[in-house]
């Protein structure tokens, strides 16, 4: 028999012989032609491996319903933290105006030389956004890891 | 002022260039090679060359100039520039670079599989290409006539020279060594003289600055700089979200070999971003010690270059001014060379590419197309900048931002992660916002608002992303909603491009190097 395309291949509802000499149990008495000898294997027998799964990444690229739901999956997680990462940043650099409009005292505040919103807006806000960008990267970068490995198991469930 | 060494240092920086230019020449052979550097660049040139691209007249003068007529409130332009790739980053870069687009409009096409899209994203990309493309050379005449008191419009026509010459011969090869280059240029040449200038300030017993309340405290309004908290907002809101819709940007993250390493290569940006900005606002503040008035018929983009002779005057003023100058105009070269290589290579491909093919029956060859596209894309902004114009660098620079940020970064970010957006959606998103934003943009540098100085009209016109960004997000959205039907139908195929890690898809949807 040949394989299905989906590689699972149809079980037997009874188990068939393989012995060419045995009676087919089919075989009418009387009959004068014999109906045409079949050569039935059972799939186990020269199994070399499980019926191969298709790796996931697959329906992903075949765009399947399935390969949709990875998708969807991979785009939530990594908008999630887009935006958790945003939102951090936001809160600093789109905060700091209505602080100091909303504390005018902020703005006189010197800090050794400088006056506090110099220091912070001119200097400090710098470091802060490169910190911002390195975390993303780290975590984008094992977000697409951990789905890379989900793609490319045979067996999805861990 | 008239200083021998402030031509040395220009001429020298021209000629750099030029010479590089020409070695690239060497190396690009193909038209592949000629656009994105047969995409062979580490990440930190790639980082060092998109710095170097990106750090433009605005931000090497634009931005010391603003600080020094408005206070502490500018100091948020920088903040912008540098918080944009930040953005960029988080939202596009790896989707960009996994999409294999060359060109805003080539994304848009791919995205949304519409000839009609990609044109209009090509006219916007060249509209915005030629706001940006006016202040570089505004701001070369301005330099090159108060370091040698040559006429402003001399200065304008060297840049426009030096960049057509070079594109046309190079290419973006070479183009992606000398911006790596340039970048390391402009940190010294604004780094070095700073510290000589605030180690001379601080001997001096560090003289506070002179002048009237409000320069060093935030939303002020220093100045009569109106609606300082709106327009504050406003500007943010341009700059975070502008730089993402760049025309020179995206090009540049066709050099990454894939999706990671385009981010990895977007951080070193922001760092080496970081660390030029922090040192911008020290001539804008010192300028108020030792200038406290601007001379006759200079603008306070002027500052930067004038401060060192006011601290120190004699030789080593002359020096540091030269050092100033060599940067300034490194500076101007590299951004309008990144700038005309994309708005050439769109009109190249789009616009003049195919009639002239036809028109000459084949006989042109690539890259002599996109040479006379280089040519055309400096020609108009290279004539507007001879004319009066209104608005000061980093505010005509800020405009563009707006434009960008009104029309190409809701494509983007509504393209790369939202599987609704239609056809007709983006295009009237797009319509919407380019129309609102250069309309806002055009009545405010040519000074048309200038009845309506005063109240919140003019400081809308002036800032116009605060609403006109929002608005063109809100249009493309809900008309996509309302028109399900024109949703492409590789949506899905594509946004898989887009964010599948490169390895995991299959060859045949890889585009081949």
Known sequence: MTDSPGGLSERPTHHPTDHPTDPPPDRLPGATTPPRRVRVTSPRRDARRPAARRPASQELVEQTALGEVYLSALLRAQLRLSLAILLGVGVVVFGLPALLALVPGLRAVQVGPLPLPWLVIGILIYPLIVVAARIYVRQSGRIEREFADLMTQRWPHR | ?513
Request: glycine share 10%; with cysteine.
């Open chain 2, 1 to 513: 002022m008239r200083s021998p060494a402030g031509v040395a240092a220009i001429s020298l920086v021209c000629l750099v260039t030029l010479v590089i230019g020409a070695y690239g020449l060497r190396l690009s052979r193909t038209t592949s090679d000629f656009y994105v550097a047969g995409r062979s660049v580490s990440a930190r040139w790639n980082a060092s060359a998109i710095s170097g691209e990106y750090l433009s007249a605005a931000s090497f003068l634009g931005v010391a100039g603003l600080v020094y007529s408005f206070g502490a409130d500018m100091l948020w332009f920088p903040v912008g520039y540098t918080v944009g790739y930040l953005v960029l980053l988080v939202l596009v870069a790896a989707p960009l670079r996994r999409s294999g687009a060359y060109t805003l409009p080539d994304f848009a096409e791919l995205r949304l599989q519409s000839r009609g899209i990609r044109l209009l994203a090509s006219a916007l990309v060249v509209g915005v290409g030629w706001l940006y493309l006016l202040p570089q050379f505004q701001g070369a005449g301005l330099a090159l006539s108060t370091v040698t008191g040559a006429p402003p419009s001399l200065g304008n026509l060297v840049v426009a020279l030096v960049v057509v010459a070079n594109v046309v011969a190079g290419g973006m090869r070479s183009i992606t060594l000398v911006q790596a280059v340039q970048y390391w240029i402009k940190l010294t040449a604004i780094s070095v003289p700073a510290f000589v200038l605030l180690a001379v300030w601080l001997r001096a017993g560090h003289p506070g600055p002179a002048l009237s309340a409000g320069f060093d405290a935030a939303l002020a309004g220093f100045s009569a700089r109106e609606h300082p908290t709106y327009a504050t907002y406003s500007t943010l809101l341009a700059l975070c979200l502008g730089t993402m819709g760049l025309p020179h940007v995206l090009v540049r993250f066709y050099t990454n070999p894939d999706g990671t390493a385009a981010r990895r290569t977007t951080v070193i940006v922001v760092a080496l971003l970081g660390l030029f900005y922090v040192f911008t606002p020290v001539y804008g503040v010192l300028a108020r010690v030792y200038v406290p008035t601007l001379p006759a018929g200079l603008r306070s983009d002027a500052v930067t270059l004038l401060l060192p002779s006011a601290v120190v005057p004699g030789g080593l003023g002359d020096l540091l001014s030269a050092i100033l100058a060599g940067g300034a105009f490194a500076a101007f070269l590299s951004t309008a060379s990144g700038l005309t290589i994309s708005v050439a290579g769109v009109i190249d491909q789009d616009l003049l590419g195919p009639r002239l093919h036809r028109a000459t029956g084949g006989d042109l060859r690539g890259i002599q197309s996109f040479r006379l596209a280089a040519v055309l894309a400096v020609a108009l902004p290279y004539a507007a900048s001879l004319l009066a114009i209104n608005t000061s660098l980093a505010d005509t620079v800020g405009l563009a931002f707006a434009v960008a940020a009104s029309t190409f970064c809701p494509l983007l970010i509504l393209g790369v992660w939202w599987r609704r957006l239609s056809v007709t959606g983006a295009g009237a998103g797009l319509v919407t916002g380019g129309v609102l934003a250069l309309g806002a943009t055009v009545t405010s540098v040519a000074g048309l608002d200038a009845s309506s100085r005063e109240g919140w009209v003019s400081a809308l016109l002036a800032q116009p992303a605060a609403w006109t960004a929002p608005l063109a997000f809100l249009v493309m959205v809900m008309v996509s909603f309302a028109t399900p039907s024109r949703i492409p139908a590789s949506t899905l195929q594509t946004l898989v491009r887009l964010h599948a890690p490169e390895d995991l898809q299959a060859p045949a949807q890889r585009k081949s190097a």
